[in-house]
């Protein structure tokens, strides 16, 4: 695997970063790449040599988190709901500015729906209804159900500047994932 150049990841890091505070000052349609270029302190030609447009600059930076996000239910794939939403919460809690401006503002409906998604994808395996409690139930309306209510929290969660610690959100979903998909 080639050793990527610490100056395009300080680069892309830069951009990423100048993207989110844009966002939290004004609405998405209205960054200019202007805006990214003197934010990041980078020049215009410089953000097309690693992005497209300001969408694929946003793309990307959705698909690092979900990518993380992957990996983190793959390592918490043999514990319990209660643990593994632990470790997902640590990582919600240190990306704030990110999760915030994408969850708690209505200025990202294309992250909401990515992530729905993505927990559809990771909820599919953990919920059976061909037996106890879930027997009978329609199994796709089941996950997008638990999906779609989890992401309805997390809103909640930073919408509300985190209310409740980390770990107290995680003991809170882990019992109610235990409840829904056990």
């Known amino acids: 695997m080639s050793k990527v150049d610490r100056r395009i ?51 990307k930076l959705i698909e690092t988190h979900i990518n993380e996000l992957r990996q983190r239910c793959e390592a918490a794939a043999d514990m319990d709901f209660i643990s ?18 994408m969850l708690a503002s209505k200025g990202a409906p294309y992250f909401r729906n ?23 139930l329609n199994k796709d309306l089941t996950v997008r159900f638990v999906a779609t209510a989890y992401v309805g929290v997390m809103e909640w969660w930073f919408t509300n500047e985190m209310p409740i610690p980390h770990q107290a959100l995680a003991e809170q979903l882990g019992t109610l994932l235990e409840r829904i998909c056990d």
């Open 84 to 101: 593994g939403s632990l470790i997902w919460t640590e990582y919600l809690e240190s990306n704030y500015t990110f999760f915030s401006m």
């Open 9 to 59: 990841l300080k680069t892309q890091e830069a951009l990423k970063k100048a993207i989110i505070e844009l966002m939290s000052e004004k609405n998405f349609d209205d960054i200019t790449l202007q805006d990214l270029s003197d934010r990041a302190n980078v020049s215009r030609g410089t953000i097309y040599l690693h992005y497209m447009d300001k969408y694929d600059l946003l793309d």
């Open 114 to 136: 990515r992530f729905v998604e993505f927990l559809v994808e990771e909820f599919l395996n953990e919920v059976d209804v061909t037996k106890g409690k879930n027997q009978g």
